[in-house]
């Protein structure tokens, strides 16, 4: 078994991580090629990318989290104002469309530093 030096103490924090859409180990290479491919290894620091896949876990986590806010608050202006339904349509897919393309890659990136820093078998070997 091959030793892994992860040098943890500075590695920059989930939310930076996120927050910047970054690499990692290094928090200064971006993660992603495009919009959501990642990227094969970080042009930063060199760590291999390509075992790390998040999967559908962002997805999910955001179906919860923008359910839990935006359900309630078309609940709310739908009891407090008399928009009609077209308007209704209009308005909260707008708002739920926007809130998940904006959303999903710095979900993605803190799903892929999780797996970073709990799944040693994928962290710096290459596949
Ligand atoms: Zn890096």
Known sequence: MTEIDHDDAAAPGLAAIAWRVACP???RGPLFDGFLAVAP???ACGLSLAGH??????AVFL???LGFLVTPAALWVGMTTAWPLW???VVWTVVVLGLTLGMLRPAKAAVIALQYRHRRDVSDEPL
């Open 25 to 27: 180990r290094c928090g």
């Open 41 to 43: 290894e970080c042009r």
């Open 53 to 58: 896949d998040s999967g559908d876990g962002p």
């Open 63 to 65: 179906i919860f989290i």
């Open 87 to 89: 308007l209704h349509a």
